[in-house]
């Protein structure tokens, strides 16, 4: 079974970075999709990025474009999302997910359709304010 532990979430003011990262363990070579989605105080988790491991295709949510960029390190097995230029309506619980093991689907269907997650991380909390 694939095991995924986000690190990096944190407080940061308006306008601020951060870093978070997905360390993927177990079953890598079976996940094919990966993703950032994001839970806010009373909302559904949303997808925010997603990236297709296979050819690197990648998925943004319009609210985070120009803003967020997701990327992996394949040596150490983990994914980041590098968010920039943070906003208030950015804050909420960060997880990572990757797709049901063996399908094969593109990043976006992986931010939008979220009974196709399989894995789930346990979630980082990020808090944007002044």
């Known amino acids: 079974q694939l095991q995924l532990v986000e690190s990096g979430g944190g407080f940061v003011q308006i306008g601020g970075s951060l870093r978070l990262s997905c360390v993927a363990s177990g079953f890598t070579s079976d996940y094919y999709t990966i993703g950032w989605f994001r839970q806010a105080p009373g909302k559904e988790r949303e997808g925010v990025s997603c990236l297709k491991l296979s050819g690197n295709s990648t998925y943004y949510q319009d609210s985070v474009k120009g803003r967020f960029t997701i990327s992996r390190d394949n040596a150490k097995n983990t994914v980041y999302l590098q968010m920039s230029s943070l906003k208030p309506e950015d804050t909420g619980v960060y997880y990572c997910?990757?797709?049901?093991?063996?399908?094969?689907?593109?990043?976006?269907?992986?931010?939008?359709?979220?009974?196709?997650?399989?894995?789930w991380g346990q979630g980082t909390q990020v808090t944007v304010s002044s």
């Open positions: 997910g990757a797709v049901v093991k063996g399908l094969h689907v593109s990043a976006q269907a992986t931010c939008t359709i979220k009974r196709l997650i399989g894995s």
